[in-house]
């Protein structure tokens, strides 16, 4: 099974709301990250877990706050949005840094 | 400094022409280097990746790259186009995880 599986598909949100994105992969994986992407832009790094440990954080704002709660799980908190962080949010994993990421489809995220 | 670069954003070819998405790499870059692709409202999906040996690398869907370390290049290539190739290819340079900008496939029938 190579499969990344994130929830929810799409999400809708105040900017006073408080939500979480899903990640979820059974291949073994050690290390998990999440992306954000803009339109027609590269994906950018935001958080990197290895061994359920942070071990980047490239200069997120607080309002994203990521969790490792095993293995398997990555989860993304989001709190007080702004609408600039409308995007694309995509988790991924790989057995290590310099292997092949295996990524999800994603959670197209619209912050009102 | 950026570690990959991709040149054109955008490339058009009919369908059953050939397919040419330029990455060059700098020094600083670990001779790991891969090619992804994201077809519309999905994630990446690796095409193929070069760590050591043969420098002609096979990937997925018929694409080939082949790593040239006096040109410090890893273009992508495929002889006949698809319809279904047009998708972002994004080249990757091993444990960087950063992404060069992106070049947007488009297959005219």
């Known amino acids: ?112 | 400094a950026q570690s990959v670069t991709q040149l054109g954003s955008h490339v058009s070819v009919s369908e059953g022409a050939l397919v040419l998405l330029r990455c060059n790499y700098s020094s600083s870059v670990p001779p790991y280097l891969f090619w992804y692709v994201q077809y519309p409202n999905q994630g990446l999906q690796l095409l193929l990746k070069y760590t050591t040996g043969a420098t002609l690398v096979k990937g997925i869907n018929g694409f080939e790259a082949e790593f040239k370390k006096s040109e410090t290049s890893f273009h992508l290539t495929k002889p006949s186009a698809h319809m279904s190739d047009a998708a972002e290819y994004f080249c990757a340079p091993g444990g960087k995880l950063i992404f060069g900008q992106g070049t947007e496939l488009s297959v005219k029938p």
């Open chain 1, 1 to 112: 099974d190579t499969e990344v599986t994130q929830t929810p598909k799409h999400l809708v949100m105040g900017m006073t709301n408080k939500k979480s994105l899903k990640c979820e992969q059974h291949m073994g994986h050690r290390a998990m990250y999440w992306y954000k992407q803009k339109a027609k832009k590269p994906p950018e790094l935001m958080f990197v877990y290895s061994y359920e440990k942070l071990s980047i954080n490239e200069s997120v704002p607080s309002r994203f706050s990521p969790e490792c709660p095993n293995s398997s799980l990555l989860n993304l908190h989001l709190h007080a949005l702004q609408p600039e962080d409308s995007a694309l949010y995509l988790c991924a994993s790989s057995q290590d840094s310099v292997e092949t990421q295996y990524f999800g489809p994603g959670t197209r995220l619209l912050v009102l």
